[in-house]
């Protein structure tokens, strides 16, 4: 590996190092903020509709890259000259 390869790991290592650090801390404090059932119950629809647009979108990439919704509309058309 390169030594940019290595650099980049070494900082991802440190960077869940830090974010480990920090969520035992947390719990080591023990003060939690009180979450209603709405607040869960909004969080878990927050994240299962978030999830679902994304799967949504990158479904929707992927089958106009396969269907040939990206090609050019006239393959035998240069492109113009950029200066």
Known sequence: MSGGAWLI???LVL???ASLAGFVSVFLVG?????????????GLG?????????GL???SF???R????DRADPGR???ESH
């Open 15 to 17: 960077l869940l190092i």
């Open 63 to 65: 089958y106009s890259s």
């Open 67 to 70: 269907h040939g919704y990206d």
């Open 9 to 11: 790991i070494v900082f």
């Open 78 to 80: 240069k492109r113009p």
């Open 47 to 55: 994240t299962v509709l978030s999830l679902a647009l994304g799967f």
């Open 58 to 60: 990158m479904w929707l």
């Open 31 to 43: 003060r939690f903020p009180v979450i209603s059932m709405h607040g869960w119950i909004a969080m």
